[in-house]
Structure formats: C-alpha cells, structure tokens
C-alpha cells in the first residue's frame, strides 16, 4: 500500500520560511517522479514544483520561481524548501508520485500522478 505523508507546515510570518517534507512508502522510490502542489481556499488544486526520478529535472510554478527548491533523498523523501514567504502563499500542500519509465522528467500536471498525500496547511498571515 502506498503512503505519501506530508509533514513540516504550519504559521510563518511573511518573509520567513518553511521546509515542507514527504515520506513516502510502499513503492520503489527511485522508480517514481514526485511533485508538490497547493490548493488555495475555494480554488482549484495548482502545480508548484516538480522532480525527476533522477533528481536532475526541476520545475516550478512561475509564481514560486526563486523562492522554492524541491529535492529528493535516497531515503524516500521528498522536500520543498519555502523561502520568502507571502501571504498568496497560504494554502494546503500536498505530495504526489507517479510511476515514471524516463529518469528525467519533471511531471507537472496533476492528473498524471497516481499517488497523493493529505496534504499540510501553510499559512502565512498578512
């Protein structure tokens, strides 16, 4: 059985920072590209960062370009480090994983990924 669990969110003043977490189980990590999106109160879920299976592709949202860094461990874990937060930043966060044959790409559409955590509230006030 599969589980992504998120971890690290919380209250942050604006300016300040965050690391996200996701440990991921039942799956053979390196065989998966993983992702992190947010859904913002009354919106629809939006792309924020994705990894490659390899650790190599990166991409973001333009929104959260320079101030995000997604990465990935040996040890099924995948991270989203949040610096320069501000209040549009204030959303759920969730993980997700998707089987993938290449090693390098980045999957940055959500219905693509078969796997989902419950996500983490972030909240930056303003």
């Known amino acids: 059985q599969v ?16 690391r996200l977490s996701c440990a991921a189980s039942g799956l053979i990590f390196s065989s998966y590209a993983l992702g992190w999106f947010r859904q913002h109160p009354g919106k629809e879920r939006e792309f924020v960062a994705a990894i490659s299976r390899s650790g190599v592709t990166k991409d973001y949202a333009d929104s959260v ?7 990935r461990d040996n040890a099924k874990n995948t991270f989203l480090q949040m610096n320069s937060l501000k209040p549009e930043d204030t959303a759920v966060y969730y993980c997700a994983a998707v089987s993938a044959f290449s090693t390098g790409r980045a999957v940055t ?3 693509e990924y078969q796997y989902w955590g419950q996500g983490t509230q972030v909240t930056v006030p303003s």
């Open 3 to 18: 589980q992504l669990v998120e971890s690290g969110g919380g209250l942050v003043p604006a300016g300040g920072s965050l």
């Open 65 to 71: 370009k320079g101030r995000f860094a997604i990465s």
């Open 109 to 111: 559409q959500d219905t």
